[in-house]
């Protein structure tokens, strides 16, 4: 009879135990699909289970369950926000009904930790119950009108940091438990507006910790150094928003928090694989002072992301004593149409500098400038620091141009000339006009062509570790907007990482209608190039300056170039006529030939467009 119980008792827990497989599956295949309600509720079905706490894999079953909730409460106060503008206070039935599933699932979250919080002996342990309370708790601060849970997680960061935080960097805790760690910390700071701790935290524990432990780290692979790296611009960006008006911050405050922007930027660069800012990860806005000229002044601009979103210029001349901080608006705003900067640029204190050097927020990176001749647009300030580009009458050109995208055959220049022509890349014929005027001006010695058949994925790799001055790309690009929109939903650690997305943009060559996949080379296999001895990459196509941003990285054609080691890069911001596209790069480089500097040669050969704020340089 014991024998028979005991085997009825073992088969119940395993079908348990398969139920709660197929239960967390569902919960996180709803949360992939965005259905964080049914994830939750996936979860909470598990609940009903005398053993849960005793089921396999409980800890991913919990975690699996916090997301859910922390995700569907910010819809549902999203919905009582908009609710709440109309003069609607009360929240559905429906909606109260999934709110008191939330609240019974935290209550089974709190029994689990506080059971452990008890026995636990070791810091791991205290950290990963502790850091799960404040989280739920804080979910329900977040949904609820009853202060009780905002006085509770107040109190439970207070525990945090007197028990926790002196310990986050003793080896006990893997770097993802610390950067969990610091989160609740400089949320905590945040919140409490004590900016003061926030930045010692920031200045003395989590940029040295991240320098050392992460950025310098032999053990951890790309993709995690970058998921790591967004964490800490999120971070930054808590810190950012204490510059608001309204907390007053001191001259050091900002000077401290330049320092902070400046690094972050090149440490971002740096763990993407641009090995030119390795030398400049310590620098700090003073050392960008003395490389200014008196007619010079520099803007960092940063993203502050708090309850809100800004963006704020920190502006420095040659002999400015701190920072000054200037506001630019609403990062929504400020990211669309750059009104904030243009208005920044004929304030007082700026608009008679004859030479204006800015590092925009990723935001404002695609977003043209007009034509004033004074702007400089650089990925970091640090490159004032770096040795100048000097430009000659008589450069040495590699050129992709004229190109058979079928090979074998150049008539495929309209659709009107080839049957079938409307289903493939067609020649561009500014291409062929821009490769004669090259042949026509420049001595054959100067001058590489990769035309027709030869322009092929192979030959544009073989470029990497070559030594010239100027690359000529003029073809068709393309970036896939969509497709980036998809990917959005991925794994998290291949989004940030960049790969998928930077599959999304490309550069076509020969034989690309043959085989799309021969026949072009996307922006990741372009960024994996040595291209650090090219002065300047001219991307005569479409939108190769277009692309996305994810976890506070860039990610366009452009920025593949400058990732390969290339400073200077000419891209356009959208499409762009094949007619228009020939008078601007003609312009350049007869300008260049005449002996004037890439920055000079930019702004005569734009005047010389119809649309001049499609073509941007990144300097």
């Avoid at 003069?87 to 109260?96: E, R, S, V």
């Avoid at 550069?507 to 072009?520: E, M, P, R, T, W």
């Avoid at 467009?609 to 073509?615: A, C, D, E, I, Q």
Wanted: glycine share 6%.
């Amino acid at each position: 009879m014991k024998n028979c119980i005991l085997l009825a008792t073992i088969i119940c827990l395993r079908c348990l135990s398969a139920t709660a497989q197929i239960n967390v599956e569902k919960a996180f295949a709803y949360y992939y699909s965005r259905d964080y309600k049914m994830g939750m509720q996936k979860i909470y079905n598990l609940t009903g289970y005398d053993n849960f706490l005793d089921l396999p894999r409980i800890d991913e079953i919990l975690y699996c369950g916090i997301l859910c909730c922390e995700e569907y409460s910010k819809e549902l106060q999203l919905q009582r926000d908009i609710r709440d503008e109309n003069g609607w206070k009360n929240i559905t039935a429906q909606q109260q009904d999934v709110w008191n599933v939330e609240v019974e699932f935290m209550e089974y979250l709190d029994v689990i930790c506080d059971k452990n919080l008890k026995i636990a002996k070791d810091i791991k342990a205290k950290h990963h119950y502790l850091a799960l309370k404040i989280r739920y708790v804080s979910i329900l601060s977040g949904t609820t009108e009853d202060k009780k849970f905002e006085r509770e997680a107040k109190s439970l960061c207070k525990q945090y940091i007197k028990e926790i935080l002196p310990n986050l960097q003793n080896g006990c805790l893997d770097v993802g438990e610390v950067f969990e760690g610091y989160n609740i910390v400089m949320r905590h700071y945040a919140e409490n507006n004590d900016i003061k701790a926030a930045l010692n935290c920031m200045k003395d524990y989590i940029e040295p910790w991240f320098l050392i432990s992460v950025v310098r780290s032999t053990s951890l692979d790309k993709p995690v150094k970058l998921t790591l790296m967004r964490q800490y611009k999120a971070l930054l960006n808590l810190l950012n928003y204490g510059l608001e008006a309204e907390f007053s911050p001191s001259h050091d405050y900002i000077s401290s928090v330049m320092d902070l922007n400046i690094k972050a930027k090149n440490m971002s660069f740096v763990l993407n694989g641009n090995r030119m800012y390795e030398s400049h990860l310590g620098d700090g806005w003073r050392d960008i002072q003395k490389s200014l000229s008196e007619s010079s002044v520099a803007i960092e601009l940063c993203n502050a992301k708090g309850t809100d979103q800004h963006v704020f210029a920190f502006v420095i001349d040659k002999y400015c004593k701190y920072p000054r901080l200037e506001y630019c608006g609403h990062s929504y705003w400020a990211g669309r149409d750059l009104l904030g900067f243009k208005h920044l640029l004929i304030r007082d204190g700026i608009k008679d500098y004859q030479n204006i050097y800015y590092s925009p927020t990723e935001e404002m990176a695609f977003i043209e400038t007009g034509q004033n001749k004074s702007l400089y647009r650089l990925h970091s300030l640090s490159e004032l620091l770096m040795p100048t580009i000097e430009t000659t009458s008589s450069p040495l050109i590699y050129t992709f141009a004229d190109i058979n995208y079928t090979l074998g055959d150049s008539t495929i220049y309209n659709q009107s000339s080839y049957k079938g022509a409307e289903r493939l890349t067609l020649k561009l014929r500014g291409a062929k006009e821009e490769l004669r005027l090259l042949r026509n001006t420049v001595p054959p010695s100067r001058l590489y062509v990769f035309d027709l058949d030869s322009a092929t994925k192979d030959a544009f790799k073989s470029l990497s570790n070559k030594d010239f001055d100027i690359l000529h790309v003029s073809t068709h690009a393309y970036y896939d907007e969509d497709k980036s929109r998809t990917d959005s939903n991925t794994d998290l650690i291949s989004s940030i990482s960049g790969k998928s997305i930077l599959d999304n943009c490309g550069i076509k060559l020969s034989g690309y209608n043959d085989d799309i996949v021969s026949g072009c080379i996307t922006a990741t296999e372009i960024s994996s190039l040595d291209l650090s001895k090219v002065n300047i990459v001219l991307l005569d196509a479409c939108e190769t300056g277009t692309g996305d941003i994810r976890g506070g990285d860039l990610y366009s054609l452009a920025e593949a170039f400058h990732t390969a080691g290339v400073r200077c890069v000419l891209s356009t911001t959208s499409e762009i006529e094949d007619k228009d596209a020939f008078n601007v790069f003609t312009a350049f480089f007869t300008e260049v030939m005449r002996g004037n500097s890439y920055h000079d040669a930019f702004y005569k050969a734009i005047m010389a467009s119809t649309s001049p704020s499609k073509y941007i340089l990144w300097e």
